[in-house]
């Protein structure tokens, strides 16, 4: 009998069991999971076709059309994507130049036609998109199906503001929509961008007066709560920003005695902001396949060019009605031996073929090859010559020039214009200053932190310092000797053969970007500014070798500086 009863009583608690069981499970929805690819490009630079036309048509593993093959390869495995783009893609190659400042009849932005083709969810605004002045920036966004962001870029007159909004002193009109929800499989991507406030020094014949660039930092404490605020579930950046940390100095382009708040502060951002799910880095060229941070940001950077794609894979879950990532990942892949994409070909066929036509022309010819190889490590003819037009176009009796492409070659024969852009390849405009001998000595010192101290174990050249951070200057003689600290590097400065005095006075020529501090160069910005007529540098320098006809390395050169110790 109590047996029985035993039996009686589990066989009742299991119909208890077997009724509950489907209520509970009614009760609870089973989990919904969600795989997003994420897509990032930046500093494309202008770069469409696979090539950068410094070798004439010679193909090279950069551009759009090799980046969206890889592209479509990403959205074939997951149709959960978006694409963005973190900034500088209206200038930087010839074609990109070809467009805005040669033809005779601007047509629509080659970069704008080829993004919109390859469907951008949202591009950044970066400071090279400045470049060219606002009338061509403002008319290339016309052309964009994607909206261009930035929060930390503000109009100071109505007419250069988002929406024309008039804005407070605690909470400026921004120029550019200052961020974008795009909705990807009934998620909500809050994306916002930010600008790298040095260009105000940079470019500032464009946006003097009308529009300021503030602090990264503080513009994402406003807009990062209201992406919240509006709803999004997860929050991807794209600022036009280098990582800054372990990745490079938050201060590149400019010194901190600027005033202006640091450029790269990725990292920053990823510690201030811990509810950023993903940042995609850019303005430095740096490829970073993944970096994990300690608040579980996932940060990557797709270099340059086009020459790597950016993609974070999250997996996400709904809990309670609310999507949580439960695990990210990022990667960056490569487009060496990619098939471009003949879709955006076609696309910038007619601006290809105008910019091949145009840098193919010869101007000059030379009997022997000129390297800018060693142009760093010791004077060279290459850089002489640029020095060379820059005297004589302003007058000025000193002239300074980087050597921003080591693998630049003004090759035997004909020159063509292509070669010229693999020397120059920047929009800088020339300018000459006025400066004492002081100043001359605290800017070769500067300078001259390019290179490492000449000790064991250490490269010559400080990674921490751009090549095109470092400036040759002519008109004295001088020498950089590496035994010596920072600072104390430069010895027997002499001009015209007696040593420069602290009060001595000299006429500078140099690029604009160097005269408004890019680089930290802030010994120069109260310099009055004796010459400047908006020419931009590599067109004197095609002009000046056109008329010249022929060119030889005895016309431009003359030894006046030298590296200690000798590197060979």
């Known amino acids: 009998m109590i047996h029985r009863k035993h039996g009686q009583l589990a066989l009742a608690l299991g119909l208890v069991v077997a009724i509950a069981a489907p209520a509970t499970a009614a009760a609870r929805p089973p989990r919904q999971t969600v795989e997003l690819t994420l897509l990032g490009t930046t500093d494309v630079h202008g770069h469409i076709y696979p090539t950068t036309y410094f070798g004439g048509d010679k193909v090279e593993d950069v551009g759009l059309a090799k980046v969206y093959t890889l ?85 100071l007159k109505p007419e250069y503001t988002y929406e024309k909004k008039v804005g407070t002193r605690d909470n400026p009109a921004t120029t550019f929509k200052p961020y974008h929800i795009a909705e990807v499989a009934g998620i909500k991507v809050g994306i916002v961008s930010f600008a790298p406030p040095g260009i105000t020094i940079w470019d500032k014949a464009n946006v003097q007066g009308k529009i300021d660039v503030g602090d990264i930092l503080v513009a994402a404490k406003r807009w990062i709560p209201e992406l919240k605020k509006q709803g999004a579930d997860i929050i991807v950046a794209n600022p036009h920003s280098g990582l800054g940390g372990k990745f490079g100095p938050a ?66 879950s709904k809990e309670n009605g609310k999507w949580k990532v439960v695990s990210k990942k990022t990667e960056t892949r490569s487009t060496q031996g990619v098939v471009p994409a003949p879709e955006i070909l076609a696309v910038s066929q007619a601006a290809h073929e105008a910019t091949l036509a145009y840098v193919r022309a010869s101007i000059a010819k030379t009997s022997v090859s000129w390297s800018a190889k060693d142009s760093q490590i010791q004077d060279t003819p290459l850089i002489d010559l640029i020095n060379q037009v820059q005297l004589e176009a302003t007058g000025a009796q ?39 001998g002081k100043q001359l000595k605290a800017y070769l010192e500067h300078t001259a932190r390019f290179y490492n101290a000449a000790k064991a174990g250490l490269p010559l050249i400080n990674p921490e310092v751009r090549g095109y951070n470092y400036d040759m200057v002519v008109g004295v003689d001088y020498l950089i000797d590496r035994t010596k600290p920072v600072g104390q590097r430069i010895g027997k400065l002499e001009y015209q053969g007696k040593p420069v005095r602290e009060d001595q006075a000299f006429t500078m020529a140099m690029n604009s970007y160097r005269q408004r501090g890019g680089g930290g160069y802030e010994m120069f910005k109260d310099a009055p500014v004796v010459y400047s007529k908006e020419e931009s540098i590599r067109e004197l320098l ?27």
Not at 275 to 286: L, M, N, P, R, T
Not at 406 to 434: F, H, M, Q
């Open 71 to 155: 592209i479509k390869e990403a959205r074939a495995k997951n149709p959960n994507t978006l694409l963005v783009d973190s900034g500088d893609m209206l200038q930087g190659s010839p074609l990109a130049y070809h467009q805005a400042k040669v033809a005779e009849v601007p047509g629509p932005n080659p970069m704008i036609q080829a993004m919109n083709a390859m469907g951008y969810t949202v591009a950044g605004v970066g400071n090279h998109e400045f470049n060219f002045g606002l009338p061509h920036l403002y008319r290339s966004y016309s052309e964009a199906k994607f909206p261009l962001i930035s929060g930390n870029i503000y109009g």
């Open 398 to 436: 000193l002239s300074s020039a980087a050597s921003f492409n080591t693998e630049a070659e003004l090759r035997k024969g004909s020159v063509s214009i292509a070669d010229v852009a693999s020397v120059y390849p920047y929009e800088n405009n020339l300018v000459a200053i006025s400066i004492t």
């Open 251 to 316: 201060y590149a382009g400019y010194s901190a005695s600027s005033g202006l708040p640091p450029e790269n502060v990725g990292l920053e951002l990823a510690r201030l902001f811990p509810e950023i799910d993903v940042i995609f880095a850019g303005h430095s060229h740096q490829d970073v396949p993944g970096e994990l941070t300690p608040e579980g940001v996932a940060c990557c950077q797709a270099g340059k060019w086009g020459e790597h794609l950016a993609i974070a894979h999250l997996t996400l």
């Open 542 to 568: 095609i002009e000046f070798l056109r008329k010249r006809g022929t060119i030889e390395p005895r016309d431009v050169f003359r030894k006046n500086w030298e590296l200690l110790p000798a590197t060979r």
